[in-house]
């Protein structure tokens, strides 16, 4: 535990009740083979993330989400499933994942498992049959369609990681669909059978005492079973939030390959399983560059769809501004005003925005911190990616030392996911960092050793205090946690509002900017200051003084 002094702490955590703990949740990801290695063979595993999991707790986050480590050949790190129900020997045994959720629940942690359900693995035994023939009982649980007349796809569908979306498959004379890998069939969720078959895997794990899960590419289960080619987009709303820039998938307009409104009664089914739990809750992941909040919105309103769903409103290269945080906040409110969001400004597949966003500020570390805590305050639910409490920037690897085949196919121009995926830091006077006694499988680069744990705990002013300050405050004020949200005009590169619950009325103002910024307050509004986050800035004469990179927190009568 930190020994900096007059840090306003989180209360004792105990059993949680509260149906609702989801809703403003801090949700801490684990990539397992880069957080910690028990056993010196470079990868970490399920012991490893046992032996780390005080750390989680101590930082305030109230969830742990674990990616991927079912038994996979690994040609996408564990997005290409071979087998739902048990641990890919890399990462231990069924009995270690029982241990994990016994001692986060011990430290009051949730646990939340990746489910990778749109697809699976060519080794999955159901793709093995399935591929055998065009009778067998499970011929239709993958997306079969015949080849033009010329032998061509059966579309312009395209594959996220480059070429065709369709694998021509020898044994069947078919092609079959893969929006990811070619490795990686996607289900066809048209039939009833592999739903029926994906909910028994959803409850096996929450028998095994998962308390909700992070749902891969949501809004790619259904395609339409017409097979139209997918219309050219527009140039000028060309994104590259969801693939890079350099990759034709953000040619066109994806409205036939996913998106489909099928999804919602699937989710509906898949939401009545898990209200059968007392607390049980997800989130899904919505890839799409042109309608994710609406997606978003789509999914989580009302009580029949997902608890909440990230986007990649702040997960594409665009920098985050006071502009774009009302905007996309604003713009949900109205698209999805009883649904909820999870923010994100980093994960396992995006450059780490202390790369992304951080670099070239006057303060990078200051940039950093202001930037979490605005995140903090927003309405919604937060999910932090193992690392940035630390303030991890993007790796520089060498072309040979790279994993990711997305990276390996479009290097130089895009250098793939292996960048925010190297080992986790703990102590910079161990190997490694103190991830593995053996050599990582990816690098742990010279300059993330002196962003190890060790170097930043109990030191004032330190970016993983800040996480911790702030996560502590967070958890105090309901209104953070659960409260509506109210923009004021503000200039400049400040953003402020207003968060508000039956019982607390909270002014949050921030400056996201080097310079510093002023907030003038509508004459109605006269905020007494609230001591404990660490930010800088003043009250003075109905307006905020907000230094570079700094905040504010005031109560409100």
């Known amino acids: ?77 564990g997005y290409d499933v071979s087998d739902y129900r048990d641990v890919d020997p890399m990462f231990g045994t069924l009995e270690d994942f029982d241990a994990v959720v016994t001692e986060a629940h011990r430290l009051g942690l949730k646990v939340m498992i990746d489910l990778v359900l749109s697809h699976t693995s060519i080794e999955h035994p159901w793709f093995a049959e399935s591929r055998r023939s065009h009778q067998n009982p499970k011929s239709d649980w993958y997306v079969w369609a015949d080849p033009k007349p010329d032998g061509t796809a059966p579309n312009n569908w395209l594959s996220i990681f480059g070429g065709s979306a369709w694998q021509w498959d ?75 820039s350099v990759n034709p998938y953000n040619y066109q307009d994806h409205i036939y390959d996913k998106n489909r409104p099928e999804n919602l009664a699937f989710l509906g089914r898949f939401r009545a399983l898990l209200d059968e739990y007392p607390a049980a809750a997800a989130v899904g992941e919505v890839g799409d560059a042109q309608r994710g909040l609406q ?47 999870c ?33 903090a305050a927003l309405r919604g639910s937060v999910c932090l990616y193992q690392g940035e409490e630390v303030g991890l920037t993007e790796a520089e690897l060498a072309f040979e030392d790279l994993r990711d085949p997305y990276g390996i196919r479009f290097w130089p121009e895009f250098k793939g996911r292996d960048g925010c995926r190297t080992p986790m830091v703990w102590d910079s006077g161990e190997p490694n960092a103190g991830f593995s006694a053996g050599k990582p499988w990816l690098p742990v680069p010279a300059d993330h050793i002196t962003h190890a744990v060790n170097t930043q705990e109990g030191v004032e002013g330190s970016v993983l ?28 590169d400040a953003v402020a509002f207003i968060r508000r619950t039956e019982t607390e009325k909270l002014l949050c103002a921030f400056n996201l900017g080097s310079m510093p910024a002023e907030v003038a307050l509508p004459g109605a509004i006269s905020p007494v200051a609230i001591p404990g986050h660490g930010l800088a800035g003043q009250h003075v004469n109905g307006k905020l003084l907000l230094d570079a990179y700094g905040g504010w927190f005031g109560r409100l009568a």
């Open 170 to 244: 020898t044994r069947r004379e078919q092609y079959y669909l893969h929006n990811f890998l070619a490795e990686q069939p996607d289900l066809n969720f048209h039939n009833p059978e592999v739903q029926d078959a994906l909910l028994d895997v959803t409850r096996f794990w929450l028998e095994r005492g998962v308390d909700g899960f992070r749902l891969d590419t949501i809004n790619f289960y259904f395609h339409s079973q017409g097979l139209e080619d997918n219309p050219p987009l527009d140039p000028a709303l060309r994104d590259n939030s969801i693939a890079p």
């Open 343 to 375: 923010w994100a400004f980093s994960n396992h597949d995006v450059m780490r925005h202390a790369s992304r966003w951080a670099e070239g500020e006057a303060d990078c570390n200051a940039y950093l911190k202001i930037v979490f805590a605005t995140m």
């Open 465 to 492: 205090e800040h996480y911790r300050r702030i996560l502590a405050f967070r958890a105090n004020h309901p209104s953070l946690l659960k409260g509506s949200i109210e923009f004021l005009a503000t200039t400049g």
């Open 295 to 341: 997606i978003v919105a789509d999914y989580t309103s009302g009580d029949d769809g997902i608890h909440m769903c990230y986007a990649f409103d702040f997960l594409s290269p665009q920098k985050i501004s006071a502009k774009r945080v009302r905007a996309v906040l604003e713009q949900f409110g109205e698209t999805a005003a009883d649904g909820w969001s």
């Open 1 to 77: 535990m930190s020994a900096v002094a007059n840090i306003e702490r989180q209360p004792e955590k105990a059993a949680q009740p509260d149906k609702d703990w989801w809703r403003g949740a801090v949700i801490y990801q684990i990539y397992p083979r880069s957080f910690q290695d028990s056993n010196g063979d470079g990868i970490g595993d399920l012991r490893g993330i046992l032996t780390r999991l005080t750390h989680i707790a101590e930082l305030g986050a109230n969830a742990i989400w674990i990616s991927p480590f079912f038994k996979s050949p690994m040609l996408d790190y």
